[in-house]
């Protein structure tokens, strides 16, 4: 079975851009979307976006501004960047694979395989 | 943008109760509507997709329903295990997507 890891720096200050990156393990990184969620401190989940392993990408638009995520199908791998962050992007950082199911042309999409998150702080 | 509203925010039951969580669509979704279940301090996972169908090696206890604007998860008979939150997830304004804003399921 699949599994994903994320890794980064716990903590980020004020203005800076936060990285993650989440690797893909016993499973290729191919013919899947993949995609970050994140969570602030007790509240829900938010979708950040998603990369398809070819490099085509979709954003949240309220944080399409500030982010960008890349693949590196070599080495099994996608990263996130989120640019100018502040305290409100204090959260558990997902990444998670967008699993696929039914038949064309009506396919059903779902987080099928999840990361075990990682926390970033925002905070001088 | 599609909103998700699911109600209620939180519940309190006792073991064997049978639980309804409701999830509102702010427009027509058809069946594009997934379940996932969080335990404290874990990663979602998914329970139910395509608003009715089980996921593979998830208990027959949780079933799915509806179709439009409105649907429901409900558990049959709640286990120690289930408490938690259950978060609704809309795919049909794919890829982009939504999810409510959870519904937390407390030991009465």
């Known amino acids: 079975q699949v599994q994903l890891q994320e890794s980064g720096p716990g903590l980020v200050k004020p203005s800076e851009t936060l990285s993650l990156t989440c690797s893909v393990s016993d499973g290729s990184i191919s013919s899947y979307y993949w995609s970050w969620i994140r969570q602030p401190p007790g509240k829900g989940l938010e979708w950040i976006g998603y990369?398809?392993?070819?490099?085509?990408?979709n954003y949240n638009p309220s944080l399409k501004s500030r982010v960008t995520i890349s693949v590196d199908t070599f080495n099994n791998q996608f990263s996130l960047r989120l640019s100018s962050v502040t305290a409100a992007d204090t959260a558990v950082y997902f990444c998670?694979?967008?699993?696929?199911?039914?038949?064309?042309?009506?396919?059903?999409?779902?987080?099928?395989?999840w990361g075990k998150g990682t926390t970033v702080t925002v905070s001088s | 943008d599609i909103q998700m509203t699911q109600s209620p925010s939180s519940l309190s039951a006792s073991v064997g109760d049978r639980v309804t969580i409701t999830c509102r669509a702010s427009q027509s979704i058809s069946n594009y509507l997934n379940w996932y279940q969080q335990r404290a301090g874990k990663a979602p996972k998914v329970l139910i997709y395509a608003a009715s169908s089980l996921q593979s090696g998830v208990p027959s206890r949780f079933s799915g329903s509806g179709s439009g604007t409105e649907f429901t998860l409900t558990i049959s008979s709640l286990q120690p295990e289930d408490f938690a939150t259950y978060y609704c997830q809309q795919s049909y304004s794919t890829p982009g997507t939504t999810f409510g804003q959870g519904t937390k399921v407390e030991i009465k």
């Open positions: 998670a694979r967008r699993g696929r199911s039914g038949s064309y042309p009506q396919y059903y999409y779902y987080m099928d395989v």
């Open positions: 990369i398809y392993y070819s490099g085509s990408t």
